[in-house]
Protein backbone atom coordinates (compact mmCIF):
# COMPACT_ATOMS: atom_id res chain seq x y z
CA UNK A 1 0.00 0.00 0.00
CA UNK A 2 1.08 3.36 -0.76
CA UNK A 3 1.81 5.71 1.79
CA UNK A 4 -0.18 8.77 0.26
CA UNK A 5 -2.90 7.87 -2.67
CA UNK A 6 -4.97 9.82 -4.37
CA UNK A 7 -8.24 9.24 -7.14
CA UNK A 8 -6.14 9.88 -10.31
CA UNK A 9 -9.10 10.78 -12.26
CA UNK A 10 -9.68 12.83 -14.41
CA UNK A 11 -12.16 14.94 -12.73
CA UNK A 12 -13.83 16.16 -15.82
CA UNK A 13 -14.94 19.50 -14.68
CA UNK A 14 -17.45 22.23 -16.83
CA UNK A 15 -16.49 25.55 -16.50
CA UNK A 16 -17.77 27.04 -13.16
CA UNK A 17 -18.56 24.13 -11.52
CA UNK A 18 -17.29 23.04 -8.29
CA UNK A 19 -14.93 20.17 -7.92
CA UNK A 20 -13.64 18.36 -4.87
CA UNK A 21 -10.92 15.06 -4.55
CA UNK A 22 -9.17 13.70 -1.26
CA UNK A 23 -6.25 12.24 -0.44
CA UNK A 24 -5.40 9.33 2.10
CA UNK A 25 -1.98 8.94 4.07
CA UNK A 26 -1.24 5.87 6.24
CA UNK A 27 1.81 7.35 8.38
CA UNK A 28 -0.36 8.92 11.56
CA UNK A 29 2.62 10.82 12.78
CA UNK A 30 2.60 12.99 9.61
CA UNK A 31 2.92 16.75 10.36
CA UNK A 32 2.67 18.81 7.79
CA UNK A 33 0.20 18.81 4.59
CA UNK A 34 -0.05 20.51 1.35
CA UNK A 35 -1.17 20.63 -2.05
CA UNK A 36 0.83 21.16 -5.14
CA UNK A 37 0.01 21.94 -8.49
CA UNK A 38 1.83 20.36 -11.58
CA UNK A 39 0.92 21.23 -15.39
CA UNK A 40 1.67 18.87 -17.85
CA UNK A 41 5.27 18.89 -18.38
CA UNK A 42 6.00 21.55 -15.93
CA UNK A 43 7.55 21.22 -11.85
CA UNK A 44 5.28 20.95 -8.97
CA UNK A 45 4.58 24.20 -7.63
CA UNK A 46 2.78 24.98 -4.09
CA UNK A 47 -0.79 25.63 -4.74
CA UNK A 48 -1.43 25.50 -0.95
CA UNK A 49 -0.62 24.44 2.83
CA UNK A 50 -3.43 22.69 4.34
CA UNK A 51 -4.10 23.35 8.01
CA UNK A 52 -6.44 21.19 10.66
CA UNK A 53 -9.09 24.17 10.75
CA UNK A 54 -9.34 24.15 7.38
CA UNK A 55 -8.13 27.05 5.28
CA UNK A 56 -9.42 28.89 1.87
CA UNK A 57 -7.40 30.80 -0.75
CA UNK A 58 -9.60 32.62 -3.09
CA UNK A 59 -11.40 29.38 -4.80
CA UNK A 60 -9.89 27.11 -3.09
CA UNK A 61 -10.51 25.21 0.08
CA UNK A 62 -8.41 22.64 1.65
CA UNK A 63 -9.20 20.75 4.68
CA UNK A 64 -7.36 18.15 7.19
CA UNK A 65 -9.11 15.30 8.74
CA UNK A 66 -6.48 13.69 11.09
CA UNK A 67 -8.58 10.96 12.69
CA UNK A 68 -9.64 9.39 9.33
CA UNK A 69 -6.31 10.28 8.00
CA UNK A 70 -7.49 12.39 4.56
CA UNK A 71 -7.03 15.76 3.29
CA UNK A 72 -9.47 17.43 0.97
CA UNK A 73 -9.35 19.97 -1.88
CA UNK A 74 -12.29 21.88 -3.39
CA UNK A 75 -12.47 24.46 -6.18
CA UNK A 76 -15.30 26.56 -6.46
CA UNK A 77 -16.17 28.49 -9.92
CA UNK A 78 -13.71 26.05 -12.27
CA UNK A 79 -11.70 27.84 -14.36
CA UNK A 80 -9.96 26.49 -17.55
CA UNK A 81 -6.93 27.55 -16.18
CA UNK A 82 -7.41 25.22 -13.34
CA UNK A 83 -6.53 22.12 -15.54
CA UNK A 84 -3.79 20.46 -14.02
CA UNK A 85 -2.90 17.64 -11.88
CA UNK A 86 -2.75 18.19 -8.12
CA UNK A 87 -0.26 16.44 -6.05
CA UNK A 88 -1.04 15.80 -2.20
CA UNK A 89 2.17 15.88 -0.33
CA UNK A 90 2.42 14.45 3.26
CA UNK A 91 5.99 16.08 5.29
CA UNK A 92 6.97 13.51 7.74
CA UNK A 93 9.67 15.14 9.95
CA UNK A 94 11.18 16.76 6.96
CA UNK A 95 10.58 13.51 4.59
CA UNK A 96 8.23 14.36 1.78
CA UNK A 97 6.14 12.23 0.21
CA UNK A 98 3.76 12.96 -3.01
CA UNK A 99 0.85 10.80 -4.03
CA UNK A 100 0.68 10.39 -7.46
CA UNK A 101 -1.45 13.08 -8.58
CA UNK A 102 -5.35 14.10 -9.66
CA UNK A 103 -5.86 15.28 -12.60
CA UNK A 104 -8.35 18.06 -13.54
CA UNK A 105 -9.68 18.45 -16.76
CA UNK A 106 -11.98 21.88 -16.91
CA UNK A 107 -14.20 21.79 -20.15
CA UNK A 108 -15.89 25.06 -21.65
CA UNK B 1 15.32 36.08 -7.63
CA UNK B 2 17.09 32.68 -9.47
CA UNK B 3 14.86 29.99 -8.83
CA UNK B 4 16.54 26.10 -8.80
CA UNK B 5 18.23 25.49 -12.29
CA UNK B 6 18.75 22.78 -13.48
CA UNK B 7 20.37 21.68 -16.75
CA UNK B 8 20.78 19.91 -18.88
CA UNK B 9 17.00 19.84 -19.68
CA UNK B 10 16.65 16.76 -21.39
CA UNK B 11 18.86 13.93 -22.24
CA UNK B 12 18.86 11.05 -24.35
CA UNK B 13 21.51 8.03 -24.00
CA UNK B 14 21.78 4.61 -25.17
CA UNK B 15 21.92 2.07 -21.92
CA UNK B 16 24.53 1.10 -20.07
CA UNK B 17 25.80 4.79 -20.67
CA UNK B 18 26.29 7.11 -17.94
CA UNK B 19 24.73 10.31 -17.38
CA UNK B 20 24.94 13.13 -14.92
CA UNK B 21 22.28 15.98 -13.64
CA UNK B 22 23.52 19.33 -12.34
CA UNK B 23 21.42 21.29 -9.84
CA UNK B 24 22.21 24.97 -8.32
CA UNK B 25 19.23 25.34 -5.58
CA UNK B 26 17.93 28.67 -4.64
CA UNK B 27 20.64 31.21 -3.05
CA UNK B 28 20.83 30.22 0.65
CA UNK B 29 18.48 27.28 0.99
CA UNK B 30 20.79 25.14 3.05
CA UNK B 31 17.83 21.85 2.21
CA UNK B 32 18.21 19.92 -1.38
CA UNK B 33 16.16 17.62 -2.59
CA UNK B 34 16.58 15.12 -5.78
CA UNK B 35 13.22 13.30 -6.95
CA UNK B 36 12.46 10.70 -9.73
CA UNK B 37 9.41 11.19 -11.22
CA UNK B 38 8.12 8.92 -13.35
CA UNK B 39 4.95 9.04 -16.02
CA UNK B 40 1.67 9.30 -14.48
CA UNK B 41 3.40 9.65 -10.73
CA UNK B 42 4.33 11.60 -8.18
CA UNK B 43 8.09 12.67 -7.46
CA UNK B 44 9.42 10.34 -5.31
CA UNK B 45 12.48 11.22 -3.23
CA UNK B 46 15.83 10.11 -3.74
CA UNK B 47 18.45 11.78 -1.59
CA UNK B 48 18.09 14.65 0.63
CA UNK B 49 20.70 16.72 1.76
CA UNK B 50 21.33 19.74 4.64
CA UNK B 51 24.04 21.75 3.51
CA UNK B 52 26.95 18.98 2.12
CA UNK B 53 25.41 16.46 4.24
CA UNK B 54 23.13 13.10 3.11
CA UNK B 55 20.72 12.91 5.63
CA UNK B 56 18.25 10.99 3.64
CA UNK B 57 19.71 8.88 0.99
CA UNK B 58 17.38 5.46 1.62
CA UNK B 59 15.82 5.31 -1.65
CA UNK B 60 18.84 6.11 -3.31
CA UNK B 61 19.68 2.61 -5.81
CA UNK B 62 23.21 3.17 -4.98
CA UNK B 63 24.10 0.63 -7.14
CA UNK B 64 24.05 2.54 -10.14
CA UNK B 65 23.14 6.19 -8.44
CA UNK B 66 25.55 8.55 -6.81
CA UNK B 67 24.99 12.31 -5.67
CA UNK B 68 27.34 14.50 -4.37
CA UNK B 69 26.79 18.28 -2.47
CA UNK B 70 30.52 18.88 -2.03
CA UNK B 71 30.19 22.91 -0.89
CA UNK B 72 26.87 22.68 -0.08
CA UNK B 73 25.56 24.79 -2.72
CA UNK B 74 25.26 23.31 -5.91
CA UNK B 75 24.60 19.05 -6.57
CA UNK B 76 25.22 16.60 -9.74
CA UNK B 77 23.27 13.65 -9.24
CA UNK B 78 24.93 10.46 -11.46
CA UNK B 79 23.58 7.56 -13.09
CA UNK B 80 26.02 5.15 -14.23
CA UNK B 81 25.65 3.01 -15.93
CA UNK B 82 22.07 4.19 -16.82
CA UNK B 83 19.06 1.34 -17.65
CA UNK B 84 15.73 1.70 -20.12
CA UNK B 85 13.82 2.04 -16.49
CA UNK B 86 15.75 5.02 -15.71
CA UNK B 87 13.54 7.00 -18.14
CA UNK B 88 12.00 9.75 -15.90
CA UNK B 89 11.76 13.35 -15.42
CA UNK B 90 14.72 13.87 -12.73
CA UNK B 91 13.92 17.19 -10.25
CA UNK B 92 15.94 19.30 -7.68
CA UNK B 93 14.05 21.39 -5.30
CA UNK B 94 15.86 23.41 -2.30
CA UNK B 95 13.59 24.75 0.58
CA UNK B 96 14.97 27.23 3.17
CA UNK B 97 14.27 25.38 5.93
CA UNK B 98 16.24 22.43 8.03
CA UNK B 99 14.32 19.31 9.10
CA UNK B 100 10.83 19.75 9.59
CA UNK B 101 8.53 20.87 7.43
CA UNK B 102 9.18 23.36 4.71
CA UNK B 103 7.17 21.74 2.25
CA UNK B 104 5.49 25.11 2.22
CA UNK B 105 9.06 26.84 1.30
CA UNK B 106 10.18 24.41 -1.40
CA UNK B 107 10.35 25.32 -4.97
CA UNK B 108 11.70 22.72 -7.76
CA UNK B 109 13.70 23.26 -10.54
CA UNK B 110 12.28 22.47 -14.26
CA UNK B 111 13.85 19.03 -14.01
CA UNK B 112 15.87 17.27 -16.54
CA UNK B 113 14.20 14.35 -18.57
CA UNK B 114 15.98 11.66 -19.47
CA UNK B 115 15.73 8.79 -22.34
CA UNK B 116 17.35 5.63 -22.24
CA UNK B 117 17.20 3.94 -25.31
Not at chain 1, 30 to 50: A, G, I, T
Not at chain 2, 16 to 22: D, I, L, R, S, T
Not at chain 2, 55 to 84: C, H, M, N, W, Y
Request: with cysteine; hydrophobic share 30%; charged share 20%.
Amino acid sequence: RKEVEQDPGPFNVPEGATVAFNCTYSNSASQSFFWYRQDCRKEPKLLMSVYSSGNEDGRFTAQLNRASQYISLLIRDSKLSDSATYLCVVDSWGKLQFGAGTQVVVTP
Amino acid sequence: EAGVVQSPRYKIIEKKQPVAFWCNPISGHNTLYWYRQNLGQGPELLIRYENEEAVDDSQLPKDRFSAERLKGVDSTLKIQPAELGDSAVYLCASISGRGTGGADTQYFGPGTRLTVL
